[in-house]
């Protein structure tokens, strides 16, 4: 449920999702929030169409209702430079 997930996030001041394809989790508990909720998410890096994504957690999102697109592609907003620490 994405919006458990949300609140589970929130509770915890997760900022970022990690989503591989290193086993079966991210495709299991990771792509029902993330398309059934792309709006609460931006993308910050990826290594391709079917590798890592580094997903950053949008807070203007959280507790928001949003009705995802049925079929197509998802699209993401890429994440503003409030995500990224400057380099020390």
């Not at 919006?3 to 001041?13: I, P, Q, R």
């Not at 890429?78 to 995500?83: E, N, P, Q, T």
Request: glycine letters at 8%.
């Amino acid at each position: 449920d994405p919006e458990t997930f949300l609140a589970f996030a929130d509770s915890v001041g997760a900022r970022y999702l990690l989503f591989d394809e290193l086993g079966a989790l991210s495709q299991n508990y990771l792509v029902p929030v993330l398309t059934r909720r792309p709006d609460a998410f931006c993308i910050m890096d990826a290594t391709g169409p079917t590798g890592t994504a580094l997903f950053g957690i949008r807070e203007d999102a959280r507790g928001q209702t949003y009705e995802a697109p049925q079929r197509g592609p998802i699209n993401f907003e890429v994440c503003d430079d409030s995500y990224r620490r400057p380099a020390e």
